[in-house]
């Protein structure tokens, strides 16, 4: 089984404009099939990997290219880590913000509400903080404003009481004995199809809160403004609004507030030009062969001072 087969390659690729003997940088290496491609296709230059998910690392040391330099590390680092090797000004910025098919096929990792294991959910599996540990140790108004933040349920609130009640008699350890809780709380007379849709939310919210993965892009964007070189290129895939917003307006004004600086004559000012107006959405194809496909959203902008 392949560890990821990744979503909009070609497009994500084309979008960063390969030049010859360019720096580029792999925020989100994965099972390496961006790094791969972009090496492929690179004539001289440098590629350096991100990725803070131990298992990566196998998948790394299957690359041999003197090109290629894999740092395993949170992407909020990214500037840092450069730094350290002396390397201050890149060509592109690659970011697939995707959780890898290699996550949700391993029961142990707790990514899937369709497995039996362990309610996990961690990226880096030396960090402290479980989903257990927020469902199990969380108060009810806390997991509420988690389940309505990144989840966006509506009944946030029905959901955490249901939670907090079934850990009074014995704690949530497993992924079905959460399932099991949400099962109690999803409204009534919906199709198969929404009601997967509620699960993926649940564990969609416990996954962000866990590995803080909004505050993690937030800095990462605001790092790629003192990295990339004028004219290079931010690719990124997103797969749900509050990345694609944060995404989005980041591209447009410079910061994910999306406040737009004018100049002196009231012209908008933006470090970045949007170079794919309309966002880029897999086809049939690709959302064939892989579901998770059909929330992937492709944004592309060039650095312009």
């Known amino acids: 089984m392949a560890y990821h087969k990744p979503v909009l390659l070609r497009e994500s690729i084309d979008g960063l404009a390969l030049r010859q003997g360019g720096v580029y940088v792999d925020l989100t290496f994965g099972g390496g099939g ?23 690392m196998t998948e790394a040391e299957k690359i041999n290219d003197k090109r290629f330099l894999f740092i395993s590390g949170n992407f909020r680092f ?41 309610l ?28 309505f933040r990144y989840g966006e349920l509506k009944n946030s609130r029905k959901l955490s009481r249901a939670i907090a009640e079934t850990r009074e008699k014995q704690p949530i350890k497993e992924i079905q ?20 849709k509620y699960y993926a939310k649940v564990f969609q919210a ?19 403004l003192s990295t990339l070189k004028k004219g290079g290129r931010l690719v990124v895939i997103s797969y749900h609004s509050l990345e694609d917003r944060l995404v989005k307006n980041f591209m447009r004004a410079g910061n994910v507030e999306g406040k737009l ?23 049939e194809s690709q959302i064939k062969e892989n579901n998770r496909a059909r929330s992937a959203r492709l944004r592309i902008a060039e650095r312009v001072f």
């Open 34 to 56: 961006h790094s791969a491609e972009i090496l492929k296709k690179l004539k001289g230059g440098r590629l350096v990997a991100f990725d803070q998910d131990q298992d990566s």
């Open 78 to 118: 990214f500037r840092n880590y450069l730094r350290y090797y002396e390397i201050y000004e890149v060509d592109g910025i690659l970011a697939d913000l995707g959780v890898s098919s290699h996550h949700f096929d391993e029961p142990e990792r707790g990514f899937s509400f369709s497995m039996e294991g362990p």
């Open 120 to 147: 996990d959910m961690r990226m880096n599996k030396s960090s402290s903080t479980t989903a257990a540990d927020v469902v199990n140790g969380y108060k009810p108004e806390q997991l509420a404003e988690v389940f």
């Open 177 to 196: 004995g959460l399932v099991r809780i949400v099962d109690s709380c999803i409204p009534e007379r919906i199709s198969p199809r929404q009601r997967n």
């Open 206 to 224: 416990l996954r962000i809160e866990i590995n803080k993965e909004v505050d993690s892009l937030r800095e990462m964007l605001g790092e790629t």
């Open 261 to 283: 600086e004018r100049d002196f004559y009231g012209e908008p000012k933006s470090p970045f030009r949007p170079v794919n107006r309309k966002v880029i959405v897999p086809d």
